[in-house]
């Protein structure tokens, strides 16, 4: 099993640089692919951004550019670093973790709000 609790978000300014954390606890050892999804009402959950294991990372067309992944092994997180925030970035953002196994684990969501 696999914990993630996420931090960071909140209201930001549109043009900001806000940031999200998500750390991890338990079998930690067993993730392979850990990275961000976010959902806006009513429509399907969106890939942000991702890293595995090997340092490998991808991006949403979206956020090309704009966001930076970026993954601490040594203290089980995952950082998501939003520049040139937009409105279109509002959204609930959810970390999630992939298991060598296949198994997947979320957080429980942090709401990022881009004001105007």
């Known amino acids: 099993q696999v914990r993630l609790v996420e931090s960071g978000g909140d209201l930001a300014q549109a043009g900001g640089s806000p940031g999200l954390s998500c750390v991890a606890s338990?079998?930690?050892?067993?993730?392979?692919?850990i990275g961000w999804y976010r959902q806006v009402p009513g429509e399907q959950r969106e890939l942000v951004a991702s890293?595995?294991?090997?340092?490998?990372?991808h991006y949403a067309d979206s956020v090309k550019g704009r966001f930076t992944i970026s993954r601490d092994n040594a203290k089980r997180t995952v950082y998501l670093r939003m520049n040139s925030l937009e409105s279109e970035d509002t959204a609930v953002y959810y970390c999630?973790?992939?298991?060598?196994?296949?198994?997947?684990?979320w957080g429980q969501g942090t709401q990022v709000t881009a004001s105007s």
């Open positions: 999630f973790a992939q298991t060598y196994s296949g198994n997947t684990y």
């Open positions: 338990g079998s930690t050892d067993t993730i392979d692919t």
């Open positions: 890293v595995n294991s090997a340092g490998t990372t």
